[in-house]
Structures are given as C-alpha cells and as structure tokens.
C-alpha cells in the first residue's frame, strides 16, 4: 500500500534531479474565480510536465539486475519522455513503445531522449500488449504509467512541495487520468494535514474513475483536447487510494478546458496542455464548492500541439467577441463593397477575412451576400458593428 514514507523517500531521490517548480498565487484567477488560487508551474519541468517525478522514482529502485537489462515503457506522451530522458541521463537502456498514429513530433522528441521507440497497434490496449510481450522476451522492467506505487510516490512529492510553499491551502484540485497524480498527492497531503480537501477531475469524455467510484456507466467518448488524462480504464491500485483520500470527483467538458488553456496563456503567460487546465477548468465550471477558499491547481504539463492551440486560441476570441463573422446583404451596385468597409472601419472593427458572393445565394439577383470575418473587441462591439451596418440600410446578421 502506497504510504507517506515511501513519497518521502522519492522527494530525497529526487532533490536535485527533477526542478523544484514554483506554486504561487494568482491575483487575477483569483478575483475571476472568488477563491484564491495558487499555481503549481509543472510545465516547467524539463521535459514540461510532472510525469517525470514518477519516472525517476521508479528508475532510481531498480535492483543492479534491472538496471542492467533496462526498462520498457507504452505512451504516446510524457510519461514517454519522463522514463526516456531519465533512463538516458542514468544510462538505461530505455525502449517505448507508441501506437502507430502517434504524430511524428512526439517520436522524434522521445527519440532524442536516447530511448529505442518501437511503434506497434492502432491503439493504445495493443501498444500496452507489446511493450508487456518485449518485456517478457528481453527481460525488460516494465515502467506502468500510473498503476504503480513508485510512479505515484514520485508524483506524491508534489504535494509536499505546495504544502511546503503555501501550508494554509484548504483545497487541492486533481486531475485524474489514470490517477498515479492524484493518489501520490492525496496520500501526502491527508498525511501532512488531515483536514485538506482533495478533488478530482476528469472530462466529461472521459469519466473513468467517476465510472468506477460510483458505479455509474456514463458513456466513453474517442478523443478529447485533454489526451493526457483520456484514459478509459483506472489504476486498481490508484482507485483504491482515491477511493480512500480524495473528497470529490467533478466532470468538465471540452469548452472548460479550452477556456482554461486560453486563460492561462493571457492571464498567466504559461503554456499549458488541456490535462494541466482542467483544474482551473473546474474552478471555471464549479466555482461554487471554491468560494473563499485557498485552492492549488496543478498545471500538470506544458506538452500542446501547435495547430491544436491554435484552434483553441481562434475559438475563444470568437467566444469572447473578439473574432465574429457577419453576413451582410445589400443591392449589387458599384461601391457598395466600399461602403460596408467604410461602415466597419467607422465602427472600429477590423476586417480580417472578405467573402462575395453572387451565385450561391437565394437573394434577389439584384442583391449581393457578403460574409466578413472582423477583429471586434468583445460581445456589445459587435452589436455596434451590427446595428451600424443595418443604420447605412443593410441586412446584417451574425453568423458566426
């Protein structure tokens, strides 16, 4: 059974070898959310995210036997790099193995972390049946990304961190994938004060260990924008932890999260992946249960695809009425392109994207439809925009 001794044990194997990661308070996410909130930047770790805590834990107590054989690892993200950049740094042998649509740019970083990287399966149950098979036939320790107590006791430390920097927390908000996180810090905190709460997230596409806890049977979806805690099946071992330690279980979905990653680039300018926001994201949905309260959020990692935040960057100005597509209807007549430009200036948006279109429309023939993509300051601007548009005697709609 996973103790406080043993993540003791990992913080004196760790010091020094993985960043001390700073947890400080947010003054703007505190006024937003009315509970004063305290960041714990584990983005900054090395290879951006806490997954290497574990990693290295379990690496450091390996026998001399074990060692010399090496270790096997399945992920398709930073556990990956975790056991391949520590295993490289120690001299492992380090192999991983990786579904066959991993993208490219997560081979090639968990490659340059010196691990042998065996791509196999179209999912990640197949890719887990391999790296079991390679370590049964080369005599390979296999390092399990969550279901294992040295991994959460490495994890763990990070609850002796935030208790160490900020003692008065009353609250420590979770996410949970497979759960080695949350049942490393649940242990340490409830060791080191009793009265702390411990609260879990998951997605709402994802709710495996709420599944289990409560034995209710909401629907699994196939992906979300939080890959790192997409896991279907919870440890047993972390399950029981959770079951005993952790005081609340909270679901967020997919917009949460994206206006999580968004606030904490803006408000924080910190890059975070979706698993790293969902606890703001539950502060976000639930604020209720957080009100007054002193709550640490574990930005839990920093690894995002680029076109992914973009994305999510693009919609949450269209949410907030910074980005907003309009389509204006008006009499084909020379200048009247002119017109609407001079309109939207006039109004101070800017124009980002021009549609005309004549054929594929159901207007008049004498009518032309004009959709424009503008740059707006927030939601009453783009009424202004619209209603000025609508003063000069054009149909304008919001359609985006």
Partial sequence: ?????????AAQRLNGAVLLTPCVE??????????????KFENLQFTAS??????????????DEERAHGVVAMSAGNHAQGVA??????????????????????????????AEVVLHGDTLAEARAHAYQLAQEQQLTFVHPYDDEAIA???????????????????????IGGGGLIAGIATAAKAIKPGIEVVGVQTQRFPSMVNALRQTDLPMGTSTI???????????????????????????????????????????????????????????????????????????????????????????????????RLRVSARDVPGVLAQITTTVAAAG??????H???????????????????????????EQVLQALRAAGMQADRIG
Avoid: W
């Fill in 1 to 9: 059974m996973l103790s406080f001794a043993d993540i003791q044990a």
């Fill in 226 to 324: 939080a890959e790192g805690i997409a896991v279907t099946q919870p440890g047993v071992i972390t399950q029981e932890v959770v079951k005993r330690c952790v005081d609340d279980l909270l679901l967020v979905d997919e917009g949460d999260i994206e206006q999580a990653v968004l606030m904490l680039l803006e408000i924080e300018k910190t890059l975070v992946e979706g698993a790293g926001a969902a606890g703001l994201a539950a502060l976000l949905r639930h604020p209720q249960p957080f009100k007054g309260k002193k709550v640490g959020l574990v930005l839990s990692g920093g690894n995002i695809d680029p076109m992914l935040l973009a994305a999510i960057i693009e919609r949450g100005m269209v949410r907030s009425g910074r980005l907003a």
């Fill in 153 to 175: 006791a490495g994890q763990g430390t990070l609850a002796l961190e935030m208790l160490q920097a900020q003692p008065d927390l009353d609250t420590l908000v979770v996410a």
């Fill in 50 to 63: 806490f997954k290497e805590r574990g990693a290295l834990n379990k690496l450091l107590m390996l026998s």
């Fill in 26 to 39: 947010s003054r703007t996410l505190s006024q937003i959310t009315g509970a004063q909130v305290f960041l």
């Fill in 349 to 354: 948006a800017n124009i980002e994207e021009v």
């Fill in 85 to 114: 950049y520590h295993a490289q740094r120690l001299g492992l042998r380090a192999v991983i193995v990786m579904p066959r649509f991993t993208p490219g740019v997560k081979v090639e970083r968990t490659r340059g972390f010196g």
């Fill in 356 to 382: 005309h279109q004549r054929a594929f429309t159901m207007l008049a023939a004498q009518n032309v439809e004009i959709e424009l993509v503008l740059q707006t300051r927030n939601q009453p601007h783009v």
